[in-house]
């Protein structure tokens, strides 16, 4: 039985083949396959080298998700045990290839479409999971100062969540914090996983203990948010912990967290949205996100206001200052009527 890398080599021999078969929404340019994301969407985000060492390897622009083709097929048709995923990639390999030279010489559109349910995988993983109160997730939560974390329903936990390494290829699973990603109308759209140290000690020691998947692109992970409402005030940031510190002081504010800058920058606002507080991340990517959704909150008519944390992220500020402060701090921040109406 091949392994894990052998089976990615055997798809790289042939990436083009898997391109046209799992994203064909998408077309050759150059020595590039250019689609829109894992979900098969139209667009150029996502390209995948088809040709020299780096054959089969791709990598998502906006998401930054990357990998080899056999994490392509396990993000393309929603599997979530590497089995299921294996059986998948020797399925294809049995299959007869197309005549790549028909494709090359018609339209993209004029390929096979691949139908693949963009939230499939997301939706069955969250159905796996646990309600979070008394689990490690919580506990992990916990000693980063959000203590009330199980209130929230977008959180749950998973005991063995499948990862791989995308390096090596070595497969094995470790407890996670698992969020859900829901759109405007709080249909599950993708999952955040937060891969945790089975003995306590934090995230699991590996290379990326944080993915995504599923469909991100102006969707997030909602908090206090009601479904189909106007929300008139609310407040946006990228990770997961710097909302959940914001959530922790200023409870009754719908909040999301976007979880990329990129993908920030991109959130679709909610009806009868009016002013936007955009909690601020100090880096390179994170003065984008925060300048791309204030560009699109202007245009849009709506407000954009900043909330700067004292230190690195809101949840230095709520670890290390403590909630007083921080609330001090934010108080200063919002506009006057939505301090009285939101902060204790």
């Given at each position: ?22 994203l ?19 667009g150029r985000?996502?390209?995948v080298?088809l040709i020299g060492?780096r054959?089969g390897?791709?990598?998502d622009?906006?998401t930054?998700q ?9 993000e393309s ?5 590497f089995r ?6 020797r399925?294809?390999?049995s ?7 028909s494709f090359r010489?018609?339209?993209?559109g004029?390929?096979?479409s691949v139908?693949r349910?963009?939230?499939e ?21 916990r ?5 009330r974390a199980?209130?929230?329903a977008?959180?749950?936990?998973q ?5 791989r390494?995308l390096?090596?290829?070595r497969t094995t ?6 969020a859900?990603v829901?759109?405007r109308?709080?249909?599950?759209t993708?999952?955040h996983?937060?891969?945790?140290d089975?003995?306590?000690g ?5 290379d ?9 692109l ?10 189909s ?6 407040a946006?940031?990228?990770g997961l912990?710097t ?8 409870p009754?504010?719908p909040?999301?967290?976007a979880l990329?800058a990129?993908?920030?920058a ?7 949205c ?6 601020a991340?100090a ?5 984008h ?7 699109r ?5 709506i ?7 004292d230190?690195?992220d809101f949840n230095?500020d709520l670890?290390w ?6 609330t001090a ?16």
């Amino acid at each position: 039985m091949l392994s894990a890398s052998e089976l990615a080599d055997r798809l790289a021999q042939d990436a083009e083949a898997v391109c046209h078969h799992y994203l064909s929404a998408g077309r050759r340019a150059g020595n590039y396959w250019l689609v829109g994301d894992v979900a098969n969407s139209k667009g150029r985000s996502l390209y995948v080298h088809l040709i020299g060492p780096r054959a089969g390897r791709w990598t998502d622009a906006a998401t930054g998700q990357f990998g080899d083709l056999l994490d392509l097929v396990r993000e393309s048709c929603g599997l979530v045990d590497f089995r299921d995923v294996a059986d998948e990639v020797r399925h294809f390999l049995s299959l007869p290839q197309p005549d790549l030279r028909s494709f090359r010489e018609g339209n993209a559109g004029d390929s096979v479409s691949v139908e693949r349910p963009a939230t499939e995988r997301a939706r069955r993983l969250f159905g796996m999971t646990q309600p979070l109160a008394g689990t490690l997730a919580d506990v992990y939560l916990r000693e980063r100062g959000i203590l009330r974390a199980s209130t929230h329903a977008a959180l749950r936990f998973q005991s063995s969540c499948y990862y791989r390494d995308l390096l090596t290829g070595r497969t094995t699973s470790y407890p996670a914090l698992i969020a859900a990603v829901t759109d405007r109308e709080g249909q599950i759209t993708g999952v955040h996983r937060t891969w945790l140290d089975p003995d306590g000690g934090g995230k699991a020691k590996v290379d990326d203990p944080r993915r995504a998947l599923g469909k991100l692109l102006g969707n997030g992970v909602r908090f206090r948010f009601p479904v189909s409402e106007p929300v008139p005030v609310m407040a946006a940031g990228e990770g997961l912990e710097t909302v959940l510190s914001l959530v922790a002081i200023i409870p009754g504010m719908p909040m999301v967290a976007a979880l990329t800058a990129n993908h920030l920058a991109a959130f679709r606002f909610p009806p009868g949205c009016l002013r936007i507080y955009i909690a601020a991340d100090a880096d390179a990517a994170g003065r984008h996100g925060m300048e791309g959704l204030s560009r699109r909150a202007r245009e849009y008519g709506i407000l954009p206001l900043v909330l700067s944390p004292d230190l690195g992220d809101f949840n230095d500020d709520l670890r290390w200052l403590g909630p007083d402060r921080l609330t001090a701090s934010l108080r200063a921040q919002l506009e006057p009527e939505d301090a009285i109406t939101f902060l204790p």
